[in-house]
């Protein structure tokens, strides 16, 4: 199986929009009620936490799985990135990206979606080993945020941005830095584009925390 098919199937894996059709089951358009987004911290405001958790672990898991299937058909999943040649790098990023961008940009709901977060946390955790660790330090980093904060938008952009900070950190203390920091460009190039595209996403969001109108979660 060729990358791009891996990577069509990657970005229609991430397309399909559960946190709608979870509503949309309850009775219910996302769309028109709370934030309007599709994504599971719409989805947990609006029809309670526990569905909130289903369309996370759903969103994740549509993120998770091409990627998985890709690394293991590939022969790249659980080898450090030092090791896997470049090209091969490039074209498993780009199948983690696909499934992200198959949710931000859904052709099932006219190109619209969520803001990636979910879908791009099991994307990325999938990737076993050069993004597993940093993605998991991401959800660390995610979770702290919330309990200080009480703000999901902030700690979706905080954990985002702890990913490639990670990555560099792990460079950084490598034996051999330079190989390291060679072996990790396809990764800190892609993880960047993202983390711009996320803030991005976030924009309203980063409106209304400045002037501290930004909806916080219940402790």
């Not at 309670?48 to 690394?71: E, M, Q, S």
């Not at 790098?89 to 006219?110: D, K, Q």
């Not at 977060?117 to 945020?145: D, Q, R």
């Amino acid at each position: 199986m060729s990358w791009l098919l891996l990577q069509i199937l990657a970005f229609l894996s991430g397309s399909v929009p559960f946190g709608l059709l979870i509503a949309k089951s309850k009775g219910v358009d996302i769309r028109a009620h709370g934030s309007g987004n599709i994504g599971s911290t719409n989805v947990g405001r609006v029809l309670g936490r526990k569905w909130g958790f289903l369309c996370f672990a759903l969103d994740a898991t549509k993120g998770a799985g091409p990627v998985l299937l890709a690394g293991s058909v590939q022969g790249v999943l659980g080898i450090p990135a030092v090791a896997i040649a470049e090209t091969d790098l490039w074209a498993w990023l780009a199948t983690a990206a696909a499934a992200l961008l198959g949710h931000v940009f859904s052709p099932w709901i006219r190109f619209k979606g969520g803001k990636g977060i979910a879908t791009g946390f099991g994307a990325f955790l999938a990737m076993w080993t050069p993004l597993t660790v940093p993605t998991a330090a991401a959800l660390v980093v995610w979770i702290l945020a919330v309990k200080l904060s009480k703000m999901v938008s902030l700690a979706s952009i905080l954990g985002t941005i702890a990913i490639p900070t990670v990555v560099i950190i792990r460079c950084l203390i490598a034996s051999d830095p330079t190989a390291s920091f060679r072996a990790s460009r396809p990764s800190l190039i892609v993880l960047g584009v993202i983390t711009i595209l996320v803030v991005y996403k976030h924009r309203s969001n980063i409106g209304r925390i400045l002037r501290g109108q930004e909806l916080k979660v219940k402790a």
